[in-house]
Every structure is written in structure tokens, then in C-alpha cells.
């Protein structure tokens, strides 16, 4: 830290702080559902809007554009799908779930028509492809979140 | 009684640093309002109806400062005690619509607006913004704005032909701007080949396409047309205003689509009346986090033909329609102050007053703000001086 701002400053304090504060987050009767789903069936739910026909991943209540009501509107999707977008993320930070460098994919599973992120494991950054086809591995832990996905990796 | 239109009148920004260690966020804001104050001769309301200021507007982001209705602790240093203090916790310049809708409303003449962001307090600001994301689908797998700003570049430089090549010409153009500009963070020139061996942060984005860590501060004084000339001879009038949102998961949307900006142009256009910006402006400030985001942004606010920006970069466009005097966001503002700086960069050329960057004879300019990655909330601002003509 640039601490040449001379005289005035020279015992001038910056306190070290931490904001550590457990929270519990509701996941919805519809985010429950899916969660509950993923880890114990391995199985990956959407849900499908009847207006406009759009299945979304992951699940939500209401639909933004329509403003259906989607709660029970389920539709089993695919364990594989592919890959829409990427980026190669090379800085480290505490909020990261790998080890710089990983690769972050936009994937949208078969059957559904929006993409979730994830971590996309056993290619090289230089060989990964918007359209390559890709499956979940699951973790063999449970997590309760998104992360009961492992991660994707590429279908051989 | 409400007035029909209102004015900025003043404005002061704390030189911005990559970290203000030696000001706390009390003393960033005091230190710009004091400016307007002495600029403009304004006092704080004494008792009902002296004229003075009575109603404040702030900026500030609770996680940035590390304390919730983080407004609240620096009531003394705006002049907010015994006075009336709202907060916009988006990015700054929503904050100037919101008080340009206090005056055209009636509810009062005059605010000071007052906005602070100091990114350095946290370890890392990406750390900050992956508590933007959904705690069970989003959050755990690191999203932050750096990363889906690029997955949003992936997608749009795809869409628009914009090269890595462009990405440093955006970069080495604003380092050069922001170089006359004594507020600006990141002041050192670089070259091409500097930006373009860059290290990888996260493709395609190099450490050099991203705006630096940033410190600040920016005051405002706005005021109603009839009270307008107590405190400056050269308004600054808004003209336009408009917002725009896009889904909140980046899997819902297309990240290219530029939607949420382009409706808010539109909004922000009617109002002011403006049917050809390409030629009706003088000059543009955008809200380039990134180096991709300057071309897609002209693009959004109709400086550029849609899917085009790689060619209007190639054919000088950024030179020819003056866009970021000031060197742009990629020279250095905190995130909730982005939008707000590019309206004082307005301001300031609208006034005549930005010395060697000055835009001969501006008239009109047009400034854009996002609030969230990738431009979730698209803000455009459009203000004009009296040589305007209105």
C-alpha cells in the first residue's frame, strides 16, 4: 500500500476487519425441489413457461415475462448438453471454486433453453469449443446447492 | 411549485486513486462538498424556506463499505443531519434522475447529491461483487463481474468483429485521454503491444482490458430552472433520462442482445427529444468496465450501427463522434460511481471547463451507467448546455 503521503500519515492506522456472518437462505418450494432432486435422484429439473414455451434452468416460480405461474411445471432435462459460452479464468480469488487456471462454461442441457454456468473439467482450455457436448459428473458429497454437479466434462 | 426542467449546477470529484488509504469514506465526501459549496455559494438550510439546502441525495454500496444503510454514517459529512437523505445504491448516475424527479415534482428545489465508493476497503472487489449472485446456482461457482463481463466480451466481440487488436486500441486511446484529465485513475500511457501482451485474466479479457481498482468521490448541486442562476452562470440542463433491465441469470439472456441499453436511449431520447445521436451529440461518455464494452455501448446508445463496432473502431468512430474525453471507466472509477463520473465528464466539458481535453463548442452529450455485471441495468443520461438552442 502507497503509504508516501508524508508526515501527517506517518502513524496513520488501517484496521484490519472481516464481515463473517452466517446466513440461512430459503431456497423456495421450487428451488427445494430441484435441489432436493439434484442430490438425491442426480436427476436435473425445469420447468416449462406454457406461454412462451420457454423451459428454464435453473427452476424459478414465475416466469419474467409472462408471469406465469411455473411452480408446477416440471420437465426432466438431460444430464448432458453443450457448451454456449466460456472464459479461461486465470486470477485466484477466495470466491473461486478451483485453483487458477479452470474454465467457466455457459452449458445448456438438453431440453432446456437457458444455460447455466459451471466448471468445465478434463479438456485443455486451448481445446474447448462453443458447441462441444458435455455431461455432469456429480459430486459424491452432498452440498445442497448447485455444486451436487461437480462439475462438466466433455461426453467421449 | 414544481419546475419544468432542472439543472446541474455544480460539480466536484476526488481525484481518483486505486486506493485512498488515508481518507476515510466520511472524509471523501466532505472533501466534495466543500467544492460545490464554495463553487456554487449555496449554505444548508438553516430553517424552513431560507433557501438553503434541504434534501440530499446519496451513493454508496453497503458490501463496499462494509456496513448496512452504510447512508447513515456519513450524515454529517454531506449536511444531512436535521435534513432530508435518500440513497441510491445503484450505480451513481440513477441518483441524478432521482433527483431531477424530486424538483420536476415539486417535492423540492434543490439537491445536493453526493455519492462515495471505495473499492479498496475489501480484500478483492470481485470477492464483493459475487454477493450480487444467487446464493445456490450462481454464487458458488465464483461469478463475478470480471468473469461474466467476460463471457459477455466472448459473445460480443463474436457478434460485432471486435479483435483483441480493437480491445487495444480502446485501451491505449483511453490511457491517452485520461493522461489530461487530473482526476483520472489510471494516467500512465501504454502502447499496443503492451496492452496486447497483457497477461490473460480471463479470456478474452487481458489484465489491461479492466478498469483498475478504484477510489472516489463525486458531489453534485442540482437546482430548479428558477433558482438556477443563484448559483451558476453555465447550467447544465438534463434533458433526457431512461433505464432498462435485463434477467438477472446470465443463462436467460443474450449476453450480446444490447436490449436493456438500447430501450433506454430510446426512453432517455424522447424525452429529450433527440431522433439522430450519431449526429445530434457532440460528444459520449460510456461506461466501458471493459475494453469491449466501449464499442458495445455505442452500439446500445446509436453511435454505431448494431453488430458493427469492430469496423467503427477500425474507421476512427471513437475519435470522430468524441467519445470518453475523460479516458472512460477503464481509467478508473469505483463501480458504483461509473455512470456518475461519465455525467460530471459531461458536465464539466458542457461547462467549458476541461481544460486541454476540452470538446470544442459542446453542445450536447449523452453518458451511460450499468448497475450489475455485464449491464443487467442500462442508465443513458442526456445533457446540454444553453448553446443547445431550448
Not at chain 2, 470538446?359 to 449491464?375: D, E
Request: include cysteine; glycine fraction near 10%.
Amino acid at each position: 500500500m502507497n503509504q508516501d503521503k508524508g508526515e501527517k500519515y506517518k502513524d496513520a492506522y488501517v484496521v484490519d476487519g472481516k464481515l463473517a456472518l452466517p446466513y440461512q437462505y430459503f431456497a423456495g418450494t421450487v428451488g427445494s425441489k430441484f435441489l432436493i432432486a439434484l442430490r438425491d435422484k442426480r436427476e436435473i429439473l425445469g420447468v416449462r413457461c406454457d406461454t412462451c414455451g420457454k423451459v428454464y434452468v435453473p427452476p424459478r416460480q414465475v416466469c419474467e415475462k409472462d408471469f406465469e405461474d411455473l411452480g408446477d411445471k416440471w420437465v426432466m432435462l438431460g444430464n448432458t448438453g453443450v457448451v454456449t459460452n466460456f472464459t479461461i479464468v486465470h486470477k485466484d480469488d477466495k470466491h473461486r471454486p478451483r485453483k487458477a487456471p479452470y474454465i467457466l462454461a455457459m452449458i445448456k442441457l438438453d431440453g432446456a433453453d437457458t444455460a447455466i454456468p459451471h466448471v468445465l473439467e478434463m479438456v485443455q482450455p486451448e481445446n474447448v469449443e462453443i458447441g462441444m457436448e458435455v455431461k455432469a459428473v456429480f459430486s459424491s458429497e452432498p452440498t445442497n446447492t448447485i455444486l451436487d454437479i461437480d462439475h462438466f466434462e466433455p461426453v467421449l | 411549485m414544481s419546475a419544468k426542467r432542472a439543472a446541474i449546477c455544480a460539480v466536484a470529484q476526488l481525484p481518483f486513486e486505486k486506493a485512498i488509504w488515508h481518507k476515510r469514506i466520511q472524509e471523501m465526501c466532505f472533501d466534495v462538498v466543500e467544492p460545490v459549496l464554495e463553487q456554487t455559494g449555496v449554505k444548508f438550510c438553516k430553517k424552513p424556506g431560507d433557501g438553503g439546502i434541504r434534501s440530499i441525495v446519496t451513493v454508496s454500496d453497503d458490501v463496499f463499505d462494509a456496513r448496512t444503510i452504510s447512508n447513515n454514517a456519513i450524515q454529517d459529512a454531506v449536511g444531512a443531519h436535521n435534513r432530508g437523505e435518500d440513497k441510491v445504491a445503484m450505480d451513481g448516475i440513477n441518483a441524478i434522475a432521482y433527483a431531477v424527479s424530486c424538483i420536476l415534482s415539486g417535492h423540492d428545489d434543490l439537491i445536493l447529491l453526493v455519492g462515495h465508493c471505495k473499492e479498496s476497503q475489501a480484500e478483492s472487489r470481485n470477492m464483493c461483487t459475487n454477493l450480487a449472485f444467487d446464493p445456490f446456482y450462481l454464487r458458488p461457482l465464483g461469478l463475478d463481474f470480471e468473469t461474466l463481463n467476460a463471457l459477455q466480451a466472448r459473445d460480443y466481440m463474436a457478434k460485432s468483429g471486435v479483435t483483441d487488436e480493437h480491445l487495444a486500441k480502446v485501451v491505449v486511446r483511453s490511457r491517452r485521454n485520461a493522461a489530461k484529465n487530473p482526476v483520472a485513475n489510471a494516467r500512465d500511457e501504454v502502447t499496443m503491444e503492451e496492452v496486447m501482451n497483457s497477461p490473460m485474466a480471463y479470456d478474452p479479457l487481458r489484465e489491461l482490458h479492466i478498469y483498475p481498482q478504484s477510489d472516489g468521490a463525486i458531489a453534485m448541486l442540482i437546482a430548479g430552472e428558477d433558482r438556477v442562476k443563484e448559483f451558476t452562470g453555465k447550467p447544465v440542463w438534463v434533458s433526457g433520462f431512461g433505464n432498462c433491465m435485463d434477467s438477472y441469470f446470465p443463462g436467460d439472456k443474450d449476453l450480446a442482445s444490447n436490449f436493456p441499453l438500447k430501450k433506454a436511449a430510446k426512453l432517455a431520447y424522447r424525452m429529450a427529444g433527440v431522433t439522430d445521436p450519431a449526429k445530434e451529440f457532440d460528444f459520449a461518455e460510456l461506461n466501458d468496465a471493459a475494453a469491449y464494452q466501449l464499442p458495445m455501448w455505442a452500439e446500445g446508445v446509436g453511435l454505431c450501427a448494431d453488430g458493427a463496432g469492430g469496423e467503427w473502431i477500425d474507421g476512427g468512430g471513437m475519435e470522430k463522434m468524441n467519445v470518453n474525453p475523460s479516458g472512460g471507466m477503464l481509467a478508473g472509477n469505483p463501480i458504483m460511481l461509473g455512470g456518475l463520473a461519465r455525467a460530471a465528464e459531461l458536465v464539466i466539458q458542457l461547462r467549458g471547463d476541461a481544460g486541454e481535453r476540452q470538446v470544442a463548442g459542446a453542445r450536447r452529450g449523452v453518458a451511460n451507467g450499468t448497475t450489475g455485471a455485464a449491464g443487467q441495468l442500462q442508465s443513458v443520461l442526456v445533457l446540454e448546455n444553453d448553446r443547445a438552442g431550448r
